[in-house]
T-cell receptor, first 116, second 114 residues
Framework: GAVVSQHPSRVICKSGTSVKIECRSLDFQATTMFWYRQFPKQSLMLMATSNEGSKATYEQGVEKDKFLINHASLTLSTLTVTSAHPEDSSFYIC????????????FGQGTRLTVV | GENVEQHPSTLSVQEGDSAVIKCTYSDSASNYFPWYKQELGKGPQLIIDIRSNVGEKKDQRIAVTLNKTAKHFSLHITETQPEDSAVYFCAASSRYSSASKIIFGSGTRLSIRP
């Protein structure tokens, strides 16, 4: 299957700083990328959907000014957690899909964010 | 929007026995149903998927069934092995475009007893 690379795999940052997480589709063009958040022993909660070249669509309850998403190219989407707080500590996972209808979504390996 | 429910939340089976995980969905427009396996600290990996134009799909020890009328689908793992221990998620996605969200069930923690 196709490969989605997410970086970094782990990051520790201080409260008040910003952290950027990258998601790259390595061997296909991802017209749509999704960002999920997962708390321990819980399911993946969709945060936002991003389409290349347009603004991201955020799920209800997700602060768009806090979680900035950029999908500037067909192979790269970034999630920036701004002014991070300890409650933002979580496992963030991206996934990518191609333009074809009803296709498989490929997932990155996730980023463990710890805010201290 | 779509809502996916998954049962059971935990499942322990003897090695060699079968495991069954069941899910229901709410949106009749959903027509793509993937199953993912997630190991600790990793992203989900697709293990099998089914589209609404078929009722059953099998891949070696893994099979998935879909009942569109009842809006439920199930994962069956036969001859379970220790490496099958993981968290399994069902998901549903509606049609029409790649922007369709994939909504996850709550997950099932499967443990295989040696």
């Amino acid at each position: 299957g196709a490969v989605v690379s997410q970086h970094p795999s782990r990051v520790i940052c201080k409260s008040g700083t910003s952290v950027k997480i990258e998601c790259r589709s390595l061997d296909f063009q991802a017209t749509t990328m999704f960002w999920y958040r997962q708390f321990p022993k819980q399911s993946l909660m969709l945060m936002a959907t991003s389409n290349e070249g347009s603004k991201a669509t955020y799920e209800q309850g997700v602060e768009k000014d806090k979680f900035l998403i950029n999908h500037a190219s067909l192979t790269l989407s970034t999630l920036t957690v701004t002014s991070a707080h300890p409650e933002d500590s979580s496992f963030y996972i991206c996934s990518a899909r191609t333009y074809r209808v009803n296709t498989e979504a490929f997932f990155g390996q996730g980023t463990r964010l710890t805010v201290v | 929007g779509e809502n996916v429910e998954q049962h059971p939340s935990t499942l322990s089976v003897q090695e060699g026995d079968s495991a069954v995980i069941k899910c229901t969905y709410s949106d009749s427009a959903s027509n793509y149903f993937p199953w993912y396996k997630q190991e600790l600290g990793k992203g989900p990996q697709l293990i099998i998927d089914i589209r609404s134009n078929v009722g059953e799909k099998k891949d070696q020890r893994i099979a998935v069934t879909l009942n569109k009328t009842a809006k439920h689908f199930s994962l069956h793992i036969t001859e379970t092995q220790p490496e099958d221990s993981a968290v399994y998620f069902c998901a549903a996605s509606s049609r029409y475009s790649s922007a369709s969200k994939i909504i996850f069930g709550s997950g099932t923690r499967l443990s295989i007893r040696p």
